[in-house]
């Protein structure tokens, strides 16, 4: 399973950025898929996740100015981020808690998580 992640990059505070992170490869299911995000010299946090039935789950931070969504058909977790603070500024990593597909065993292997590459969010004051 590999995750491609787009849409980050420079803004300034106050403004707007919208994430994507599709997953292809061989899956057989997709439970919770989310954002992290870590910032030189912090642990890696979470932003926000949603389960495959749309529960969702925000960093204290962030609610009320993100908002995770989901295309299930197309495997892909959205993060549109508005009222954007410098300190959000980050590496944002796409998460998914999925299942791959063993074709040599015909059979779904068993979930585990998968990561993207990051995106740099850089929020200028």
């Known amino acids: 399973v590999q995750l491609v992640e787009s849409g980050g990059g420079l803004v300034q505070a106050g403004g707007s950025l919208r994430l994507s992170c599709a997953a292809s490869?061989?899956?057989?299911?997709?439970?919770?898929m989310g954002w992290y995000r870590q910032a030189p010299g912090k642990q890696r946090e979470l932003v926000a996740a949603?389960?495959?039935?749309?529960?969702?789950n925000y960093a204290d931070s962030v609610k009320g100015r993100f908002t995770i969504s989901r295309d299930n058909a197309k495997n892909t977790v959205y993060l549109q981020m508005n009222s954007l603070k410098p300190e959000d500024t980050a590496s944002y990593y796409c998460?998914?808690?999925?299942?791959?597909?063993?074709?040599?065993?015909?059979?779904?292997?068993?979930?585990?998580?998968?990561w993207g590459q990051g995106t740099q969010v850089t929020v200028s004051s």
């Open positions: 998460y998914a808690d999925a299942r791959s597909w063993d074709s040599s065993s015909w059979s779904p292997r068993k979930a585990n998580d998968y």
């Open positions: 949603m389960s495959s039935v749309g529960s969702t």
């Open positions: 490869g061989s899956i057989f299911s997709i439970n919770a």
